[in-house]
């Protein structure tokens, strides 16, 4: 059932945190497959700030396909933005210790960004896989900045109303795709980790990260309708659909 509440601090705010989506042990084995995993294929990832990145974790165990439909989730991106979606990207990131801010930005390019009663075009989701909070550099936002003209604070801009929530393993940020956010500083000495599901208009737009490259077949007969309608595999595992992880 969908918390009115929530959908406001949505609409206002611009985010909302949904606490306990996943149990404690689901949590862990997602956790230690993030950070085993990159640790050994990952890549420095240099946008904004430094940290490790896995890519299109869909495609590497179907464990984290429960993720991308998630009934304490996705209803909200759906009451936001409608119910013609994809899901760009299911992505992770690793914060290491001594690793710094990340620039504040919105996920929105600048000619795209909608205000008002408009639905936004794209909506992402933080999935705690650690405990994330000021000391580990957790997620930082600044409220009510999806109604900017502009992708990036400008430089020198005082934002004294930015927050850097406490969430929990486990638990959820939902925000609008044109919410100003961005990692925080690792003082601690624990690597940090996250999963970021980012949901596009599917009628406009194409993939981030094209899950049917390398999904395995044998895993659609235990996937939901909405996960293929997600993914765009209700007609099966195709050649590479467009996306722009293979334009960078």
Same mark, same amino acid.
């Given at each position: 059932?969908?918390?009115?509440?929530?959908?406001?601090?949505?609409?206002?705010?611009?985010?909302?945190?949904?606490?306990?989506?996943?149990?404690?042990?689901?949590?862990?084995?997602?956790?230690?497959?993030?950070?085993?995993?990159?640790?050994?294929?990952?890549?420095?990832?240099?946008?904004?700030?430094?940290?490790?990145?896995?890519?299109?974790?869909?495609?590497?165990?179907?464990?984290?396909?429960?993720?991308?439909?998630?009934?304490?989730?996705?209803?909200?991106?759906?009451?936001?933005? @409608?119910?013609? +979606?994809?899901? !760009? =990207?299911?992505?992770?990131?690793?914060?290491? &210790?001594?690793? %710094?801010?990340?620039?504040? /930005?919105?996920?929105?390019?600048?000619?795209?960004?909608?205000?008002?009663?408009?639905?936004?075009?794209?909506?992402?989701?933080?999935?705690?896989?650690?405990?994330?909070?000021?000391?580990?550099? @957790?997620?930082? +936002?600044?409220? !009510? =900045?999806?109604?900017?003209?502009?992708?990036? &604070?400008?430089? %020198?801009?005082?934002?004294? /109303?930015?927050?850097?929530?406490?969430?929990?393993?486990?638990?959820?940020?939902?925000?609008?795709?044109?919410?100003?956010?961005?990692?925080?500083?690792?003082?601690?000495?624990?690597?940090?980790?996250?999963?970021?599901?980012?949901?596009?208009?599917?009628?406009?737009?194409?993939?981030?990260?094209?899950?049917?490259?390398?999904?395995?077949?044998?895993?659609?007969?235990?996937?939901?309708?909405?996960?293929?309608?997600?993914?765009?595999?209700?007609?099966?595992?195709?050649?590479?659909?467009?996306?722009?992880?293979?334009?960078?």
């Amino acid at each position: 059932m969908i918390d009115e509440e929530r959908i406001a601090e949505l609409r206002v705010w611009g985010f909302t945190i949904i606490h306990d989506v996943l149990d404690k042990a689901t949590a862990a084995r997602m956790r230690d497959f993030v950070i085993d995993n990159t640790l050994r294929i990952g890549v420095e990832h240099g946008y904004r700030g430094t940290a490790l990145h896995l890519a299109n974790l869909v495609t590497l165990d179907p464990m984290f396909l429960p993720v991308i439909d998630h009934p304490a989730v996705l209803p909200y991106i759906e009451a936001v933005m @409608g119910s013609n +979606l994809i899901l !760009g =990207s299911l992505n992770a990131r690793v914060v290491r &210790p001594g690793d %710094g801010h990340q620039g504040l /930005h919105g996920d929105v390019p600048l000619d795209m960004l909608r205000h008002g009663d408009n639905a936004p075009l794209m909506m992402n989701t933080v999935w705690a896989l650690t405990d994330l909070n000021p000391d580990n550099g @957790g997620t930082r +936002l600044v409220p !009510g =900045s999806h109604q900017s003209p502009l992708r990036y &604070p400008p430089p %020198g801009l005082s934002l004294p /109303h930015e927050m850097q929530p406490e969430v929990p393993a486990g638990s959820v940020v939902v925000f609008h795709g044109q919410t100003w956010h961005g990692g925080g500083a690792n003082h601690t000495d624990e690597l940090r980790a996250a999963m970021f599901g980012h949901y596009r208009n599917s009628v406009w737009l194409r993939f981030q990260c094209d899950p049917h490259d390398g999904f395995r077949e044998e895993w659609l007969a235990d996937m939901t309708t909405r996960q293929k309608e997600l993914l765009r595999m209700t007609g099966g595992v195709d050649h590479r659909h467009g996306a722009d992880f293979y334009e960078r």
